[in-house]
């Protein structure tokens, strides 16, 4: 995968003063595979690229080249298809700051309901998988009611957890899911 972002001044200011297109490097080249029922951890320091891999896994980025390939198919013309729905279900992520990753509108019952209502799954069944996946993170049955401020850090992240495994994915793309914890 290579990623590049374009960050150069506006286009009348390149044209005004004669600048050329800037062109930053997030990710160049990278290449790995997975095997399933395995843990993949990349390590690096800051800005080297780590969370534009992870988002180019889940496709809230495009490649600038490169593709990522998810159980022999190309991943990124999933996500431009009218499968992507049904594709996203298999990938979760568990995003890096719980405190912007969670709608402090919505209690968290109604946070870790959304994947589960957005897949179609049972509303008679959500509850139960709602409390089962609390008490998978270590967090009792009360949390349900409650809003994202009314926990610590490390309790936000949890339920963030808890919402990448709502819908039992075979691949979660974690970026730096232990940060808060």
Same mark, same amino acid.
């Given at each position: 995968?290579?990623?590049?972002?374009? &960050?150069?001044?506006?286009?009348?200011?390149? &044209?005004?003063? $004669?600048? @050329?297109?800037?062109?930053l490097q997030a990710v160049d080249g990278v290449s790995f595979a997975i095997e399933k029922g395995t843990t993949l951890a990349l390590v690096g320091e800051s800005g080297c690229g780590k969370s534009t891999i992870a988002r180019l896994l889940m496709g809230l980025y495009t490649p600038t080249r490169g593709s990522f390939r998810f159980d022999g198919q190309d991943a990124h013309a999933i996500f431009?298809?009218? #499968?992507?729905?049904?594709?996203? $279900?298999?990938?979760?992520?568990i995003f890096q700051d719980p405190y912007s990753a969670? #709608? @402090?509108?919505?209690? &968290?019952?109604?946070?870790l309901e959304a994947p589960l209502k957005i897949q179609k799954i049972g509303k008679s069944q959500r509850k139960k998988i709602i409390l089962d996946l609390l008490n998978k993170v270590g967090l009792d049955e009360n949390a349900y009611d409650k809003y994202p401020h009314e926990f610590s850090g490390g309790q936000r992240q949890r339920i963030v957890i808890a919402r990448a495994l709502a819908l039992k994915p075979k691949l979660i793309v974690a970026d730096e899911p232990v940060s808060a914890l």
């Open positions: 995968l290579t990623k590049f972002f374009d &960050v150069s001044a506006s286009w009348l200011t390149r &044209v005004i003063e $004669r600048k @050329p297109r800037q062109l431009k298809s009218d #499968n992507a729905k049904a594709f996203r $279900r298999r990938i979760q992520m969670l #709608n @402090p509108r919505k209690s &968290v019952g109604k946070i």
